[in-house]
């Protein structure tokens, strides 16, 4: 599958394509909902994605503790070490050594990608160094343009789209915010095992709700309906960012709304467990099951072919079985 990607895509060059394996293998291990999606796009255009995935994922790894027992000099220094080999890489000065960051060049020529995008993404993971909350939702809107809006807009120009750009643009950076709030909301447990709280504070304060509150919860496995209330109006505005983002969905080029559109079900699957699960976020991870992910990512499978053949003038493919596996592919466990 990652020949056949590499060679539609026209990479052939024998240390680009190690490099987009590389960050292939980082999508797949690590995003399983945002790698599922992937497959429903058309094959030359996986690589640029999971170039961008794997840069950004790997940025996130520095700035996070992920128990490899970095100080956070330490963390600061490498995250200053990957934006200088970053910025040589765009600006065509330095090929990178690095092969995460020579596939995100190549993606960024390629699609031209506006350099701004990624110095954007990387202020926001200097903020994650020393930024443990924020106070209002205005302040974490201004944190997530460069956490999640601008990988919406990296991921514009390989989507391709049937409108002007910049028309689009503004559902794809909402679609990004709404993408990351989603796992916010996943992660409150994790995230405050880490010294973070991204939910912001107003928001909590609201249903009477603070820091102290959320580590008692999450320390004892005690429920609190104070925190119950605060998650729920956590979803909804969650759910809020999804509909800022649904008209993009046709302004995008035909073969890839499918992808788009299993992604945005896949994350609101992710909150539906949520909801389902009485918000217990700080006690246990919601997870969606395999059986419904594979439902939804039949229906996409359906999509991609209806576009495709249907851009010929080719009838529609009968519907797959809810259930079955139509990627062709077992996700990461």
């Not at 993606?107 to 031209?112: C, F, G, L, N, Q």
């Not at 109006?233 to 649904?246: F, I, K, P, Q």
């Not at 992808?259 to 009485?278: K, Q, S």
Request: aromatic share 6%.
């Amino acid at each position: 599958m990652t020949r056949r990607e590499l060679d539609a895509a026209g990479i052939t060059d024998p240390r680009l394509r190690a490099a987009y394996t590389r960050c292939r293998l980082l999508n797949a291990r690590h995003g399983r909902t945002y790698f599922l999606a992937t497959r429903l796009l058309p094959a030359d255009r996986r690589p640029a994605v999971h170039a961008l995935y794997g840069f950004a994922r790997w940025a996130d790894d520095i700035v996070d503790d992920t128990g490899d027992g970095a100080t956070q000099a330490e963390r600061a220094a490498a995250l200053a070490r990957l934006d200088a080999l970053l910025r040589r890489a765009l600006t065509g000065r330095r090929p990178a050594a690095e092969p995460v960051v020579l596939a995100l060049a190549d993606t960024a020529d390629r699609y031209a990608i506006e350099p701004a995008h990624f110095t954007d993404f990387m202020a926001s993971m200097r903020a994650d160094l020393t930024v443990t909350d924020y106070a209002t939702y205005a302040d974490l809107r201004a944190y997530m343009h460069g956490s999640a809006a601008v990988i919406g807009l990296q991921m514009l120009p390989v989507l391709g789209t049937v409108t002007a750009r910049a028309l689009a643009a503004p559902h794809a950076a909402a679609l990004g915010v709404a993408f990351q709030l989603t796992n916010f909301l996943r992660d409150v447990g994790e995230d405050l095992d880490r010294g973070r709280i991204y939910l912001p504070a107003d928001l909590l304060a609201a249903h009477g709700v603070h820091r102290d509150l959320l580590l008692w919860s999450r320390r004892t496995g005690h429920r609190d309906p104070r925190i119950t209330a605060a998650l729920r109006a956590a979803e909804d505005l969650t759910r809020a960012v999804y509909r800022e983002a649904e008209p993009g969905l046709a302004m995008l080029d035909p073969v890839a709304r499918p992808c788009i559109r299993t992604a945005c079900l896949l994350y609101r699957n992710i909150l539906d467990t949520i909801a389902e699960g009485g918000y217990a976020v700080l006690h246990r991870r919601a997870v969606v099951p395999r059986r419904r992910r594979a439902a939804v990512a039949a229906d996409g499978l359906v999509r991609v072919l209806s576009a495709r053949l249907g851009a010929r003038g080719t009838p529609a493919p009968p519907p797959v079985p809810p259930g079955a596996d139509a990627l062709g592919v077992k996700e990461p466990g």
